[in-house]
T-cell receptor, first 117, second 112 residues
Framework: EPEVTQTPSHQVTQMGQEVILRCVPI?????FYWYRQILGQKVEFLVS????????KSEIFDDQFSVERPDGSNFTLKIRSTKLEDSAMYFC???????????????FGPGTRLTVL | GENVEQHPSTLSVQEGDSAVIKCTYS??????FPWYKQELGKRPQLIID?????GEKKDQRIAVTLNKTAKHFSLHITETQPEDSAVYFC???????????FGTGTRLTIIP
């Protein structure tokens, strides 16, 4: 069964550094998402992406964050200047978006644990 | 925006007994309600979902009920097993492929 994949599984960085988290959504899916989960807390929405543009973003997704689909398979989240409070698990997700019976079911990747020192 | 409340935050159940987790949502336009199971350090895994045109859905030992009038939905796990131990999250969204708003999670522990 196709799955969302993410790399790296764990990223350690110094405060102020830029990081890029990578995701490969399920191949025929049209909607892509980033969520984050601070340790022990709930999953929080960051941004959704469709047709090569952001379709929705949360208050968390400020100017320090950006997303990109650089090619036909990858979807990336960039944090320009990391802060201590950016330490969290970042999950990528994707959904079909084709109007079928499971069109809006979101499938999550394994996550990238970001640690900012 | 949408707000999803989830109770209880922790639940311990004897193996073989049933477990019930409840969620309420605030936006009456929400129409899709998935439940995710998350084991320690792993991805949220979809276990069952329900749409607003249905009142109940069952898949083997797992069932979900939806009360649109009261704006709440519940997860029921029967004949619980040790491998059911995990954190369970409910979620909601309004339509299309919008963001999911998650509840705060329930840590379910099955006591052998």
């Amino acid at each position: 069964e196709p799955e969302v994949t993410q790399t790296p599984s764990h990223q350690v960085t110094q405060m102020g550094q830029e990081v890029i988290l990578r995701c490969v959504p399920i191949s025929n899916h049209l909607y892509f998402y980033w969520y984050r989960q601070i340790l022990g807390q709930k999953v929080e929405f960051l941004v959704s992406f469709y047709n090569n543009e952001i379709s929705e973003k949360s208050e968390i997704f400020d100017d320090q964050f950006s997303v990109e689909r650089p090619d036909g398979s990858n979807f990336t989240l960039k944090i320009r200047s990391t802060k201590l409070e950016d330490s969290a698990m970042y999950f990528c997700a994707s959904s079909e978006g084709t109007g079928g019976p499971n069109t809006d079911t979101q499938y999550f990747g394994p996550g990238t644990r970001l640690t900012v020192l | 925006g949408e707000n999803v409340e989830q109770h209880p935050s922790t639940l311990s159940v004897q193996e073989g007994d049933s477990a019930v987790i409840k969620c309420t949502y605030s936006d009456s336009a929400s129409n899709y309600f998935p439940w995710y199971k998350q084991e320690l350090g792993k991805r949220p895994q979809l276990i069952i979902d329900i749409r607003s045109n249905v009142g109940e859905k069952k898949d083997q030992r797992i069932a979900v009920t939806l009360n649109k009038t009261a704006k709440h939905f519940s997860l029921h796990i029967t004949e619980t097993q040790p491998e059911d131990s995990a954190v369970y999250f409910c979620a909601a969204h309004r339509f299309g492929n919008e963001k999911l708003t998650f509840g705060t999670g329930t840590r379910l522990t099955i006591i052998p």
